[in-house]
């Protein structure tokens, strides 16, 4: 496998991960854009556009591209986060031309009104899809706590009420400065034709924006803060907390991954064997969260209500413990090991490459090998690991709880 | 990609099968053992999942903790599912340590400790997830239209009740192991790559002398039509909808299969384009094709927000019911790629193809290859697709709502009238 990066003349940069020995092709715009450069009064304008992308361009119409995406038999769909938005199509090698051409073209959409005004319904039937999944609100709600004023509190999905605000021209406007050629990446990866990629690259990106505009970048600050919200037809209790973390290109990241997976991955980690194990909760689950310029440990449990005191007792001690006591050799091992299982299976899907490729050139422009990863980790000392936690774990904390009652049916 | 299924029956009726992905680096396997929730008694639903997770406690030599711990450090990804008529086991990993797993697995189905002592924390841990089921609407719909449309024993799901759950003790637990942990009708599926000789020896060694019990008789199974609501104070109302069609097994299903593909396969399908482009009622919806007991449904899910609920069941039977207008060229050519191209993405995953080769020679008790579904796919004719939809018009109903709202169907749905 051989990685190739081309610069397109005035145009953005490709990445390919070029396999010819493998049996499909994936392929994906990477926008370095997200509900972080947003203005509070667009809040979910990213994601609400990433809809719009497949509500047609100059050249089709929005049933064309569904029509041609079912078409290229394509196995796509596209995401929004915080600081990205990304498009992709994994298909056979034979229709990467239609692909590439599609996907690219989706790039400009046309933003007609009566498009804008059906997929607002489509976005607030999600909002309320999501609504009746207890865990959401809290994870918004803390991050708003954590992070304060700054950017990053911003909801992805933004809520009914800008959502239902948004007009068609806020949009052009943020996608005119948003999607321009030095903010974007394209990304492939499996059985690509990379000159023909190239050549026809440069010729669709041709009248593109050639700059974006900048978004501003506070310095993070962090806020201890608790709240709790009350919901009386949940069963469970949920509790969702941040810690400081690591920045997407901190050389302790591997050692921060490793932390999180010793104290509470889904399997044979401290929180499983106590928590989960045992049947006093559904999830305890740790999670490292990095962006450019900070990041943030996220925490997860969720329980019987009557089980929610002692648990996140358990969760204090656990992390108490750690700080002060460190991990063990073995428990370093076992985490190793799986992380390494996990990131060789996943590597062998020519879609997950694309990720992978895609995600690593929006954080630092350059792409690690598996093996440099995996050598990565195996570097890692159980020092690395109880320094790491010290310097996370240790700092403002911000916590929301959903508090049910209902009794189980 | 030549592909070749390998197959062996053991003396004690446990199937091993096996194909080779030479392109990969992992194996997988899926090994299904006949111990699903059709098989529980009517008061103690959930003794499949409770005793699922009891073997998973302890076996052979190790105890919880060991045998955990040895997977780990052999780099393996593993889960465990509970279906109507199986336990299931699915694990990929580097192939070098494909032979090592299997012994672990061996002892997990034969020698499980089932240690009394953990009963409650395994009780525990179904609880858990029968709490979560009920805050998950979406899911839950699901479960409640299971349980429904299938009467006993084939209604039960997985999660079961919590009456069944308090019922459970740990002779339960064990009698429910030793009654349907067995080979005769195990079914060992293995993809990616391995040594197909080095394979049987050790499936041979480590589970060549499993002995088990003859599988219980199980009734026919009648659906029951009609509708039913749940009460639940949510931003949407969620609905399952389900009706009859050709099962699995049926010569005729690759045409049920491509109707409900016209249906839902894709952002062209009809009732993504009619129900969410076109009209914006939802964020998902969707149609898929289940078989139980030789029986074929097709299940339909919309959720929606309370007020635009009885529209957009409306909305979803009228595109089910357009399929008797024909279905174009366009519509039939997207699909057969479709369904082509997903053959090959299959070829990716040792995990994914593992389990197809299981759940196929659970339904035909053979697998058929890629050449063999290709043809039977370019076979398809809009002329062919429309007989089927005439002679097999959806009837017998049965819809499912959670919401704070009941649904009724409209009357007369059995027969559509022009």
Same mark, same amino acid.
């Given at each position: 496998?051989?990685?190739?990066?081309?610069?397109?003349?005035?145009?953005?940069?490709?990445?390919?991960?070029?396999?010819?020995?493998?049996?499909?092709?994936?392929?994906?715009?990477?926008?370095?854009?997200?509900?972080?450069?947003?203005?509070?009064? @667009?809040?979910?304008?990213?994601?609400?556009?990433?809809?719009?992308?497949?509500?047609?361009?100059?050249?089709?119409?929005?049933?064309?591209?569904?029509?041609?995406?079912?078409?290229?038999?394509?196995?796509?769909?596209?995401?929004?986060?915080?600081?990205?938005?990304?498009?992709?199509?994994?298909?056979?090698?034979?229709?990467?031309?239609?692909?590439?051409?599609?996907?690219?073209?989706?790039?400009?959409?046309?933003?007609?009104?009566?498009?804008?005004?059906?997929?607002?319904?489509?976005?607030?039937?999600?909002?309320?899809?999501?609504?009746?999944?207890?865990?959401?609100?809290?994870?918004?709600?803390?991050?708003?706590?954590?992070?304060?004023?700054?950017?990053?509190?911003?909801?992805?999905?933004?809520?009914?009420?800008?959502?239902?605000?948004?007009? @068609?021209?806020?949009?052009?406007?943020?996608?005119?400065?948003?999607?321009?050629?030095?903010?974007?990446?394209?990304?492939?990866?499996?059985?690509?034709?990379?000159?023909?990629?190239?050549?026809?690259?440069?010729?669709?990106? @041709?009248?593109?924006?050639?700059?974006?505009?900048?978004?501003?970048?506070?310095?993070?600050?962090?806020?201890?803060?608790?709240?709790?919200?009350?919901?009386?037809?949940?069963?469970?209790?949920?509790?969702?907390?941040?810690?400081?973390?690591?920045?997407?290109?901190?050389?302790?990241?591997?050692?921060?991954?490793?932390? &999180?997976?010793?104290?509470?991955?889904?399997?044979?980690?401290?929180?499983?064997?106590?928590?989960?194990?045992?049947?006093?909760?559904?999830?305890?689950?740790?999670?490292?969260?990095?962006?450019?310029?900070?990041?943030?440990?996220?925490?997860?449990?969720? &329980?019987?209500?009557?089980?929610?005191?002692?648990?996140?007792?358990?969760?204090?001690?656990?992390?108490?413990?750690?700080?002060?006591?460190?991990?063990?050799?073995?428990?370093?091992?076992?985490?190793?090991?799986?992380?390494?299982?996990?990131?060789?299976?996943?590597?062998?899907?020519?879609?997950?490459?694309?990720?992978?490729?895609?995600?690593?050139?929006?954080?630092?422009?350059?792409?690690?090998?598996?093996?440099?990863?995996?050598?990565?980790?195996?570097?890692?000392?159980?020092?690395? @690991?109880?320094?790491?936690?010290?310097?996370?774990?240790?700092?403002?904390?911000?916590?929301?709880?959903?508090?049910?009652?209902?009794?189980?049916? | 990609?030549?592909?070749?299924?390998?197959?062996?029956?053991?003396?004690?009726?446990?199937?091993?099968?096996?194909?080779?992905?030479?392109?990969?680096?992992?194996?997988?396997?899926?090994?299904?053992?006949?111990?699903?929730?059709?098989?529980?008694?009517?008061?103690?639903?959930?003794?499949?999942?409770?005793?699922?997770?009891?073997?998973?406690?302890?076996?052979?030599?190790?105890?919880?903790?060991?045998?955990?711990?040895?997977?780990?450090?052999?780099?393996?990804?593993?889960?465990?599912?509970?279906?109507?008529?199986?336990?299931?086991?699915?694990?990929?990993?580097?192939?070098?340590?494909?032979?090592?797993?299997?012994?672990?697995?061996?002892?997990?189905?034969?020698?499980?400790?089932?240690?009394?002592?953990?009963?409650?924390?395994?009780?525990?841990?179904?609880?858990?997830?029968?709490?979560?089921?009920?805050?998950?609407?979406?899911?839950?719909?699901?479960?409640?239209?299971?349980?429904?449309?299938?009467?006993?024993?084939?209604?039960?799901?997985?999660?079961?009740?919590?009456?069944?759950?308090?019922?459970?003790?740990?002779?339960?637990?064990?009698?429910?192991?030793?009654?349907?942990?067995?080979?005769?009708?195990?079914?060992?599926?293995?993809?990616?790559?391995?040594?197909?000789?080095?394979?049987?020896?050790?499936?041979?060694?480590?589970?060549?002398?499993?002995?088990?019990?003859?599988?219980?008789?199980?009734?026919?199974?009648?659906?029951?039509?009609?509708?039913?609501?749940?009460?639940?104070?949510?931003?949407?109302?969620?609905?399952?909808?389900?009706?009859?069609?050709?099962?699995?097994?049926?010569?005729?299903?690759?045409?049920?299969?491509?109707?409900?593909?016209?249906?839902?396969?894709?952002?062209?399908?009809?009732?993504?384009?009619?129900?969410?482009?076109?009209?914006?009622?939802?964020?998902?919806?969707?149609?898929?094709?289940?078989?139980?007991?030789?029986?074929?449904?097709?299940?339909?899910?919309?959720?929606?927000?309370?007020?635009?609920?009885?529209?957009?069941?409306?909305?979803?039977?009228?595109?089910?019911?357009?399929?008797?207008?024909?279905?174009?060229?366009?519509?039939?050519?997207?699909?057969?790629?479709?369904?082509?191209?997903?053959?090959?993405?299959?070829?990716?995953?040792?995990?994914?193809?593992?389990?197809?080769?299981?759940?196929?020679?659970?339904?035909?008790?053979?697998?058929?290859?890629?050449?063999?579904?290709?043809?039977?796919?370019?076979?398809?004719?809009?002329?062919?697709?429309?007989?089927?939809?005439?002679?097999?018009?959806?009837?017998?109903?049965?819809?499912?709502?959670?919401?704070?709202?009941?649904?009724?169907?409209?009357?007369?749905?059995?027969?559509?009238?022009?």
């Amino acid at each position: 496998m051989e990685l190739i990066t081309h610069k397109i003349e005035h145009g953005p940069e490709v990445l390919v991960l070029h396999d010819p020995a493998a049996f499909t092709a994936s392929f994906g715009w990477f926008v370095k854009t997200g509900a972080r450069d947003e203005q509070p009064s @667009v809040a979910g304008v990213s994601h609400f556009l990433e809809h719009m992308v497949f509500k047609g361009t100059e050249r089709r119409t929005p049933e064309d591209v569904n029509r041609e995406l079912d078409h290229l038999g394509a196995q796509s769909n596209a995401f929004t986060s915080e600081d990205s938005t990304v498009f992709y199509a994994s298909v056979l090698p034979e229709c990467q031309l239609q692909a590439v051409d599609l996907l690219t073209d989706l790039m400009q959409p046309r933003f007609f009104e009566e498009d804008f005004d059906m997929e607002k319904q489509v976005i607030l039937e999600e909002i309320a899809m999501y609504d009746d999944q207890p865990p959401y609100g809290a994870f918004e709600r803390v991050t708003e706590l954590f992070f304060g004023q700054h950017p990053l509190s911003t909801r992805v999905l933004g809520t009914a009420e800008t959502v239902s605000d948004l007009t @068609v021209a806020q949009m052009r406007s943020y996608h005119r400065h948003r999607y321009a050629k030095d903010n974007m990446y394209f990304a492939a990866s499996g059985k690509v034709d990379v000159s023909q990629l190239v050549d026809q690259l440069s010729e669709l990106v @041709v009248d593109w924006p050639e700059t974006a505009k900048p978004t501003p970048r506070p310095t993070p600050k962090f806020h201890s803060a608790e709240e709790c919200l009350e919901r009386e037809l949940a069963h469970q209790s949920y509790l969702v907390c941040l810690w400081p973390g690591l920045n997407c290109n901190h050389p302790d990241r591997y050692a921060l991954r490793l932390l &999180c997976s010793i104290l509470a991955d889904d399997s044979g980690s401290r929180l499983f064997w106590e928590l989960i194990d045992t049947g006093r909760a559904e999830t305890a689950t740790l999670w490292p969260q990095m962006f450019d310029d900070c990041g943030c440990i996220t925490g997860y449990l969720c &329980c019987a209500p009557e089980d929610t005191a002692e648990n996140e007792a358990v969760l204090e001690r656990t992390i108490r413990d750690v700080v002060e006591h460190g991990v063990t050799a073995k428990e370093l091992e076992l985490a190793r090991s799986k992380i390494g299982s996990s990131l060789i299976l996943s590597d062998e899907r020519p879609g997950n490459r694309l990720f992978a490729l895609g995600q690593s050139w929006l954080n630092r422009r350059s792409y690690e090998p598996l093996e440099v990863i995996l050598r990565k980790y195996h570097d890692v000392t159980t020092d690395d @690991v109880q320094r790491v936690a010290a310097e996370t774990l240790l700092g403002e904390t911000a916590s929301v709880r959903i508090v049910g009652n209902a009794e189980l049916d | 990609m030549n592909q070749h299924l390998l197959q062996r029956q053991f003396d004690n009726g446990l199937v091993l099968l096996g194909e080779h992905m030479p392109w990969l680096r992992s194996s997988a396997f899926t090994f299904l053992v006949p111990a699903g929730t059709c098989y529980e008694h009517n008061d103690l639903d959930v003794l499949a999942g409770l005793t699922s997770e009891m073997v998973q406690r302890g076996c052979g030599e190790l105890d919880s903790r060991s045998f955990w711990e040895r997977l780990d450090a052999l780099g393996v990804e593993r889960s465990s599912s509970i279906t109507t008529s199986h336990s299931g086991f699915s694990c990929a990993m580097p192939s070098s340590v494909l032979t090592q797993v299997l012994s672990l697995y061996a002892d997990l189905v034969q020698r499980p400790h089932l240690p009394e002592s953990q009963l409650n924390d395994a009780r525990q841990l179904c609880l858990q997830d029968l709490r979560a089921l009920d805050d998950e609407p979406s899911h839950r719909c699901f479960s409640e239209l299971k349980r429904f449309r299938y009467p006993l024993p084939y209604g039960r799901i997985s999660q079961g009740t919590k009456q069944g759950l308090v019922g459970i003790d740990s002779d339960a637990v064990r009698a429910f192991f030793q009654q349907n942990y067995r080979p005769k009708g195990s079914i060992l599926a293995v993809a990616g790559r391995f040594d197909w000789e080095q394979l049987c020896a050790t499936v041979e060694q480590v589970l060549g002398g499993w002995q088990g019990n003859e599988a219980p008789m199980l009734p026919a199974l009648s659906p029951i039509y009609g509708s039913r609501h749940v009460d639940h104070s949510s931003s949407q109302t969620h609905l399952a909808l389900a009706y009859d069609c050709a099962s699995y097994e049926s010569p005729e299903y690759y045409q049920a299969r491509a109707l409900v593909g016209v249906l839902s396969d894709g952002m062209s399908s009809r009732l993504f384009s009619e129900v969410r482009e076109k009209r914006g009622l939802v964020y998902s919806v969707f149609a898929t094709c289940f078989s139980l007991a030789g029986q074929g449904s097709v299940l339909c899910y919309a959720g929606t927000t309370n007020n635009r609920a009885e529209e957009t069941l409306q909305v979803l039977l009228d595109t089910v019911h357009s399929l008797r207008f024909g279905i174009n060229d366009d519509e039939l050519s997207r699909l057969k790629y479709r369904i082509k191209s997903s053959l090959v993405f299959e070829q990716e995953s040792s995990a994914a193809r593992s389990s197809q080769i299981a759940s196929d020679w659970f339904y035909l008790g053979r697998v058929p290859s890629r050449e063999e579904v290709c043809q039977k796919v370019d076979a398809l004719t809009r002329e062919g697709l429309l007989e089927h939809f005439e002679k097999n018009l959806p009837k017998n109903f049965s819809l499912v709502t959670v919401g704070s709202q009941p649904l009724e169907l409209p009357r007369g749905i059995d027969y559509p009238q022009n």
